[in-house]
């Protein structure tokens, strides 16, 4: 018996250090002979890991298994401190309750009116980094400033104070990267500055977000808190930019790293929509597992028994390459039609600004495609340095040319 067939016996995770974008080839023996195996995490009790499209989606979608059900338990876990995920730790009705209150701001309606704005910001940025010349950081030049400016601009987040909440922000996808004091002080900063924000609204009154969830919370008292408001906000500002400034780069290194990538796209810029729905599908933006849900009851998934009160954690990165849902998985094809992706999630706690960073996306690229067409990198594959001890993975800076 192999070692990934020994579903009683606990394997270390994540299987290894996370490495560029490379996918661990463990991942694919595991869709092949154990879907659904046990595993051990660096904090918290042992877990199942489901690695397949189906499976991964049953997980994430099905009300038996539960997110509010790891409040009080030991969840697996990179990091050693548990800390409140606020909305992204309750189930229906109380996680409907406050998604409800933020998810008009991002329809598709309401993303497309951002558009226009988002490609001003994205020329203004692009258009600074040509008139400096090469080589120039993508990361800091444009990756970062948009999708700051764009969050900032939906929730009435003064973009002055950007350094200050970009900082804090990253005690939210940290797993070792900081210190648990430094980590716990930085959400502390993040909460106390959101509810300044939210102060200041009851005396000056603004029509953007904030301000929305402000006149919420004092018109529905008895069904929304005030630590809700602040968390809400606090956790929107942070994800609203977080990994969309880490996925920027990482989109625009693939298509200059991989065969028939920039160039496919410099000559049908008309693909884009698709090449972002792609580059979501093969991109592993996730270093590792994470938001264990637990089986509410006895649940046959992937082949195994999964006990009521047991957490499953999935492998986003793993269904993504799952053979029977895409053709030629491990293959980057920009004109892919069929592409049921879970990148963005799925289920109720499928993220609600997928839409804002689809648009968000396809408008960097289609802006370094108009204005750098010769897009490269400056400096060899070899040199280029990544992020660690993060939830996710992405470049610390990324020179190019033109």
């Known amino acids: 018996m192999t070692e990934t067939a020994q579903p009683t016996i606990p394997q270390p995770y994540p299987f290894s250090d996370p490495h560029r974008l490379d996918i661990d080839p463990r991942y694919a023996r595991l869709r092949q002979e154990q879907p659904l195996t046990r595993i051990r995490m660096p904090f918290g009790e042992p877990a199942w890991l489901a690695t397949r499209h189906a499976d991964v989606r049953i997980v994430l979608g099905d009300p038996r298994f539960s997110r509010a059900a790891s409040v009080g338990r030991d969840e697996p876990r990179n990091s050693p401190r548990q800390t409140d995920t606020g909305i992204l730790q309750m189930d229906p009705p109380e996680h409907t309750r406050l998604r409800r209150l933020v998810a008009k701001a991002f329809t598709a309606r309401r993303v497309e009116e951002l558009r226009p704005r988002t490609r001003l910001v994205a020329e203004e940025l692009v258009e600074a980094m040509v008139a400096a010349g090469p080589p120039a950081d993508l990361v800091a030049g444009l990756a970062t400033p948009l999708p700051i400016r764009v969050i900032c601009d939906l929730l009435g987040v003064p ?131 994470a938001f264990p849900r637990y089986a509410l009851e006895d649940v046959e998934l992937g082949g195994e028994l999964v006990r009521a009160g047991e957490p499953v954690v999935v492998s986003i990165h793993s269904a993504n390459r799952d053979e029977r849902v895409f053709a030629d998985p491990d293959r980057l094809d920009l004109g892919r039609e069929v592409n049921p992706h879970v990148g963005f999630g799925h289920g109720v706690h499928h993220c609600v600004g997928a839409q804002l960073a689809r648009m968000e996306l396809q408008v960097v690229l289609e802006t370094l495609l108009r204005r750098t067409p010769g897009l490269r990198l400056a400096v060899p594959e070899s040199e280029l340095t990544w992020k660690s001890g993060l939830l996710v993975r992405g470049l610390t800076a990324m020179p190019v040319a033109w």
């Open 159 to 289: 973009v002055t104070d950007q350094d200050r909440f970009h900082t804090w922000s990253e005690a939210i996808v940290s797993t070792t990267s900081l210190p648990s004091e430094v980590a716990g002080s930085y959400v502390e900063q993040l909460l106390g500055y959101m509810a300044g924000l939210i102060a200041q609204r009851r005396t000056e009154p603004t029509d953007d977000l904030i301000g929305a969830m402000v006149r919420a919370r004092d018109e529905h008292a008895d069904r929304l808190s005030e630590e809700e408001v602040v968390r809400l906000a606090a956790g929107l500002l942070a994800a609203g930019h977080e990994t969309t400034v880490t996925q920027i780069p990482n989109l625009v290194y693939v298509l200059l790293t991989e065969p028939d990538g920039w160039e496919r796209l410099r000559a049908d810029p008309g693909l884009v929509p698709t090449a972002v729905e792609e580059l979501m599908r093969f991109i592993p933006l996730g270093a590792t597992a």
